[in-house]
């Protein structure tokens, strides 16, 4: 199973990336703790995870195939 994963804002400077697939990922939870171990300033910021452009809440069951977005806190005027 494989899933694309996008950045954006300070996780793009981090990942040093705008796109990449990750393969074997379940859940959420477990795409986190895969984030957390390969940049581990993740951990200092907060961020949302968006599947297929819908929010969604830890622990969500992926599917092959899927968008998952990782948003960070936005401001705007």
């Given amino acids: 199973m494989k899933i694309q994963v996008l950045a954006f804002g300070q996780i793009l ?14 859940n959420l939870n477990q795409l986190q703790e895969k984030l957390w171990n390969d940049y581990p300033a993740l951990k200092e910021i907060s961020f949302v995870f968006s599947i297929n452009k819908q929010i969604s809440k830890d622990g969500a069951l992926l599917s092959d195939g899927c968008e998952v977005a990782l948003l960070p806190p936005f401001s705007g005027g």
Avoid: A, N, P, V
């Avoid at 400077?13 to 379940?26: A, M, P």
């Fill in 13 to 26: 400077d981090i990942t040093q990336k705008d796109s990449w697939e990750e393969e074997g990922i379940l």
